[in-house]
């Protein structure tokens, strides 16, 4: 692998004039071609989140770091150790970014870097195991997409249940302006990005493989409607297979990318926990909608609520007053319907409860006796309840109007 300067790709410079055309996804700038050639083949050197290599490129160029990791040459400061930069040199012959990145043109897509315009800065609060670029297809521009953004998020073997709250909560979400971001698999994830879909709305896929590799099969339909209508992302590079620590690595970009992650099913041990729990971590709000008691697949979703790391949400307006502006997206006030008893003052309400509700009713003394107010007051009640059309004289006798 050569990474010489002239072997670059070579781009016309920049219009820095020029305005860029709404849902277009920006020109990466040419002088950001070595590095971003770099970062291109160091997202094949090393897998997602690799920490020690987050530490060497917080302070060396990429593309000096490939040189090293090429002349065997280990950081001064704390980075890979020997065998973790054996582990990148015996990725080397199979690295050619130039083909990369032109796979992934072809397909309509690019790499972006940290610096680019489209870069959401919101992934920077993961540190060292900040992605070191991402792979995007889709005519959006990731970082406005962000902006806006909640993570829908649960278990792959949803119930019916789980499969149409996600997909309500998806739609309502995307009505009201957001955009739902998931991780493309079955179940809650899927549910979540066709609620979103379904009425026009951007959706964000974060994929544990290849923007260009369909996974799973099933979804391949979805997938590429994901990239027609919002975007599909990914750390790993075109070709590129899941695995099950990619799927874990790759929820932490999930949470560090949205405002807000609600998991909607998940069992004890699902990996959506996982996206939660890094949110939370994150200082990102964490969401969980109740299921049933009796449902294994409601159970992690609870503990989690219990345990006081996520707040329970039943649709999108609560989902929104959390993450939306202070004060402006409020969830409406929820309760029951008011009855006219309930507008009664409480002496009224007292002597309404007292009289039954028998055809021949009861004398004034009676209801003094059942209430525990004064038989005058009693009678200026009876009144005032016989004028809003609750009681009834019946001779000297009160009873309840009977109502069809």
């Known amino acids: 692998m050569n990474l010489a300067a002239n072997e670059l790709p070579q781009n016309p410079p920049a219009d820095p004039g020029a305005v860029p055309q709404p849902g277009a996804p920006p020109e990466p700038r040419p002088t950001a071609e070595p590095e971003r050639l770099a970062r291109a083949a160091l997202s094949r050197l090393a897998e997602p989140g690799d920490a020690a290599l987050g530490r060497w490129l917080a302070d060396t160029d990429a593309l000096d770091v490939v040189r090293a990791i090429r002349d065997g040459t280990a950081p001064e400061r704390p980075g890979p150790d020997d065998s973790r930069l054996a582990a990148y040199r015996a990725r080397l012959p199979g690295v050619d970014p130039v083909a990369d990145l032109e796979r992934v043109r072809a397909a309509g897509g690019r790499f972006i870097i940290p610096g680019d315009t489209e870069w959401p800065s919101q992934l920077d609060d993961l540190g060292e195991t900040r992605p070191t670029g991402l792979w995007v297809v889709g005519t959006g521009s990731l970082r406005l997409l962000a902006l806006r953004s909640v993570a829908v998020v649960g278990a792959r073997a949803c119930t019916a249940y789980g499969a149409h709250v996600a997909g309500d909560l998806a739609a309502q979400l995307a009505e009201r302006g957001w955009v739902v971001v998931s991780g493309g698999a079955y179940g809650i994830d899927a549910a979540a990005h066709r609620g979103a879909l379904a009425v026009g709305g951007p959706t964000v896929g974060v994929l544990a493989c290849g923007v260009d590799v369909a996974y799973p099969r099933g979804n391949t339909g979805l997938i590429r409607r994901i990239g027609e209508q919002g975007l599909l992302l990914s750390e790993l590079p075109p070709g590129e297979h899941p695995t099950r620590f990619r799927f874990v690595l790759r929820n932490r970009v999930i949470a560090a990318l949205t405002r807000g992650t609600v998991v909607v099913e998940a069992a004890l041990r699902s990996g959506a926990l996982s996206t939660a729990r890094r949110a939370r971590d994150l200082n990102r709000h964490t969401m969980g909608v109740p299921g049933p008691v009796t449902?294994?697949?409601?159970?992690?979703?609870?503990?989690?609520?219990?345990?006081?790391?996520?707040?329970?949400?039943?649709?999108?307006?609560?989902?929104?007053?959390?993450?939306?502006?202070?004060?402006?997206?409020?969830?409406?006030?929820?309760?029951?319907?008011?009855?006219?008893?309930?507008?009664?003052?409480?002496?009224?309400?007292?002597?309404?409860?007292?009289?039954?509700?028998?055809?021949?009713?009861?004398?004034?003394?009676?209801?003094?006796?059942?209430?525990?107010?004064?038989?005058?007051?009693?009678?200026?009640?009876?009144?005032?309840?016989?004028?809003?059309?609750?009681?009834?004289?019946?001779?000297?006798?009160?009873?309840?109007?009977?109502?069809?």
């Open 295 to 404: 449902s294994e697949l409601s159970a992690g979703v609870h503990a989690l609520i219990r345990s006081g790391a996520a707040t329970v949400v039943t649709d999108a307006a609560e989902v929104i007053e959390l993450i939306g502006a202070i004060g402006e997206d409020l969830a409406p006030q929820r309760g029951g319907p008011v009855l006219p008893r309930d507008l009664l003052e409480p002496a009224a309400a007292r002597v309404l409860e007292a009289v039954p509700g028998t055809p021949d009713g009861a004398p004034v003394e009676r209801l003094a006796r059942q209430s525990g107010l004064p038989p005058d007051e009693v009678l200026q009640r009876l009144y005032e309840l016989g004028s809003l059309g609750h009681v009834e004289r019946h001779g000297a006798h009160w009873r309840l109007v009977r109502r069809r």
